[in-house]
């Protein structure tokens, strides 16, 4: 099953997050099949590709929480 969540990067204490899709059974920071955006928790700031995370829903891919409330702000954001 895939899955939309977020691949930790940065430096300690500085995390950093790129939401990716990946296949539920690979670690936190394996190899994503695509990434489709971008969090970072300290300055808030998201990017995030609305479209393709549509299009990976409507496939049947699972969002974890973080993930879906992201993705909720950056739709109401965006509109």
């Known amino acids: ?3 939309i969540r977020l691949k930790k990067y940065g430096r300690k204490k500085r ?3 790129r939401i ?3 296949d539920s059974r690979k670690r936190r920071d394996g190899r994503p099949i695509e ?4 969090y970072d928790p ?3 700031q998201i990017t995030v590709n609305i479209e393709s995370i549509n299009l990976y829903k ?3 891919a699972q969002t974890s929480k ?3 409330s992201i993705y909720l702000k950056a739709q109401q954001t965006n509109n």
């Open 35 to 38: 990434e489709l955006g971008f």
């Open 20 to 22: 990716v899709v990946i």
């Open 15 to 17: 995390p950093s997050y």
């Open 66 to 68: 973080t993930v879906e």
């Open 58 to 60: 409507k496939n049947g």
């Open 42 to 44: 300290i300055t808030n």
């Open 1 to 3: 099953m895939l899955k």
